[in-house]
Structures are given as structure tokens and as C-alpha cells.
């Protein structure tokens, strides 16, 4: 238990679709990040986020839209996503959002796109 | 930017010690060497991190030389729950830095 939790763990959709991935942490954080890692591939950080305002955004497409409502919470909206945004999608947190910082992941949700 | 090279797999048997080389030629004075595990389907897992010389832990220890353009991680007495995928990360300024790379396949043979 790393004291972030993803859910839910498994998701199926249709490209027409809308669905939200939920991300919490129990550590007293203050930074949280989203992270795509497709198959047999790196991870990508996809957004930041510090005290609850976003301070990356990795050139990702619209159709993903991160929220987060506090410091404890992390939301990501999908919509009328394509087959390659299938991938496991991972949520971190960390003390801040400084580079040095060790971050705690979720287990993640593996997405499949239809 | 400092980028991390590592070995793209390794093979070792049960029992023996692994050492997994990072090359960062271009680390800055006040970037941290940071080690993760992931196993698959699963968000990586902190083992350790250093700044200089050598650090310890219960799972691993991290040997960094003076000029730390490098670090080892060495995990003693490998076994089969060992195989993984080992990154390396180093950085200091923003998080948006950091890139987990391809990583060291790690592979146990009984």
C-alpha cells in the first residue's frame, strides 16, 4: 500500500464515451501528477499539479482533462478518446513537485479503448 | 536536462548480487539519484535514492562515485520477485525534468 489510491483499476470504453479516472493520496502531499505508460513503452508525465494548480501540461490532447479539486484529490476526464489512448494510466504524488522529491504511485487504471 | 542511461536488460540467477550501472554525465550540483522499481501493470515502487558517496537501505544500497556522472545500484541476493524494471531518475528543478527512460529489464533465473 503506497498510499495512493487509482480508481477503478480496469476500464473499458467506447470512443464516444465519457468516463473519469480518480486519483487520491493519503500523505499530505502537495504535488500530484498524471502519467500514461503504453505498452512496452516509458512512461510519459502527462500534467502537474502543485497546490492544486497545474504547472505542466506535456502536450496532451484535449480529449484529457485533469481537475483537481484539492491536494488529496486528482481527477482525469477522458472523452471521445482513439484506440492508441489505451495504456495504463498512473497517478503519483509527492511532497512538492520539485525534481528531487520521491513520488508515490498508484496502482494504476489500464484503459482499453474500443 | 540530465539524461540517464542504463543497460536495456539483465539476467541474473537467485541468490547472487545484481549491479545495475546509470550513466548521467550531465548531472547538476544540486540533482538527487533517484531509483524505482515497477513490476508489470503497477506504478513504480521508490527503492532508493543518493546524492554522493554510498547509501543504504533494507532492499538495496546506491555506490555513487566523486564525480557522480554515475551511480550503481546493487540489490544482494537477487530472487525470482526481483525481476522488474529498474529506473533511474535524476533531477532537482522541476518535476517536469524527470523521465523514467527505457529502464533495466531485470531478469531472475531460478
Redesign the interface.
Known sequence: E?G?TQTPRHLVMGMTNKKSLKCEQHLGHN?M?WYKQSAKK??E?MF?YSLEER??N?SVPSRFSPECPNSSHLFLHLHTLQPEDSA?Y???S?QD????????????T?LSVL | LAKTTQPISMDSYEGQEVNITCSHNNIATNDYITWYQQFPSQGPRFIIQGYKTKVTNEVASLFIPADRKSSTLSLPRVSLSDTAVYYCLVGSGSARQLTFGSGTQLTVLP
Open positions: 503506497t495512493v504535488a501528477y516509458p512512461l508525465l502537474v504547472v505542466e506535456n495504463l498512473l497517478c503519483a509527492s513537485s520539485q525534481g528531487g522529491n520521491i513520488q508515490y504511485f498508484g496502482a494504476g489500464r
